[in-house]
């Protein structure tokens, strides 16, 4: 079974600042990498999704990820972040078995 | 275009009781997977249903149950409710072929006192 980890439990950032969430998982082969986003009381939204080829991917929102493998990492980055990108961040990992395995999240939190 | 919807909203049940949640898919999804969300932790998958059949399945008892039905919604029936399965439970949707790129609806909140 592979694992997924958001070493950052909370970030903090000032609106204008550029953001970014670090995702670690552990797969022997080339995985599938998400990034969801979930508002307070709703659902998981898709941010950008990875499956093969360029390793920079884009996503909505202004959102993108890159994917390095020898880091083992599909880290979340996003140039300026606007006060309504406060929510909790989700780095996935789709497994042989058809399932999604989730990391335990990042809280995002933005000053003005 | 409907996305994923899922019903009740809100649920609150007492320990031993039975629960039914109920999950439409995105139009023209034909798979539907069921996750649990416990507060402060990241959604944990519970099990898949393909062609009205349970295709996979997570780290859940037989407690957790679902079904499939032919227009492709499903049900997802907890019986002897523990205190420990107050959650948000998420239903996502995707195509067979496609099945890692899951849509989510807003899910179900439920609460066992």
């Known amino acids: 079974a592979q694992s997924v980890t958001q070493p950052d439990i909370h970030i903090t950032v000032s609106e204008g600042a550029s953001l970014e969430l670090r995702c670690n998982y552990s797969?022997?082969?080339?995985?599938?990498l998400f990034w969801y986003v979930q508002s307070p009381g709703q659902g998981l939204q898709l941010l950008l999704k990875?499956?093969?080829?360029?390793?920079l991917v884009q996503g909505i929102k202004g959102f993108e990820a890159e994917f390095k493998r020898s880091q083992s990492s599909f880290n979340l980055r996003k140039p300026s972040v606007h006060w309504s990108d406060a929510a909790e961040y989700f780095c996935?990992?789709?497994?042989?078995?058809?399932?999604?395995?989730f990391g335990a999240g990042t809280t995002v939190t933005v000053r003005a | 275009d409907a996305g994923v919807t899922q019903s009740p909203t809100h649920l609150i049940k007492t320990r031993g009781q039975q629960v039914t949640l109920r999950c439409s898919p995105k139009?023209?999804?034909?798979?539907v997977s069921w996750y649990q969300q416990a507060l402060g932790q990241g959604p944990q998958f519970i099990f898949q249903?393909?062609?009205?059949?349970?295709?996979q399945r997570g780290n859940f008892p037989d407690r957790f149950s679902g079904h499939q039905f032919p227009n492709y919604s499903s049900e997802l029936n907890v019986n002897a409710l523990l205190l420990g399965d107050s959650a948000l439970y998420l239903c996502?949707?995707?195509?067979?072929?496609?099945?890692?790129?899951?849509?989510f609806g807003p899910g179900t909140r439920l609460t066992v006192t």
């Open positions: 996502a949707s995707s195509l067979a072929g496609l099945v890692y790129e899951q849509y």
């Open positions: 797969y022997g082969a080339t995985p599938y």
């Open positions: 990875y499956f093969s080829g360029d390793t």
């Open positions: 996935a990992v789709g497994e042989d078995d058809y399932k999604l395995s």
């Open positions: 139009s023209g999804h034909d798979t």
């Open positions: 249903y393909y062609e009205e059949e349970e295709r």
